[in-house]
């Protein structure tokens, strides 16, 4: 196996994993979404604010989606 065959493999194993852990602690990582979006936008002295929470809010959404579809295991 190549060296970036086994890069992807890492990385697709270490998505996953991500994907689980944001799925089942989908409330902390919603409330740590706002908190760093308020951050951003503080470093950035409000300049970049509305495509901060714009990510940010896509970011909840796609969450929410998860849980709704039923991909939470919890």
Known sequence: MSFMNTLK????????KAEGLAREHGDTTG???S???????????GKYG?????????????LHDDRDKGNNPT
Do not use: P
């Open 31 to 33: 409330q740590g979404t």
């Open 9 to 16: 493999d890492k990385l697709g194993m270490s998505k996953g």
């Open 50 to 62: 509305d495509r901060i929470d714009s990510g940010a809010d896509k970011a909840k959404d796609t």
């Open 35 to 45: 908190r760093g979006s308020q951050t951003l936008d503080s470093k950035t002295g």
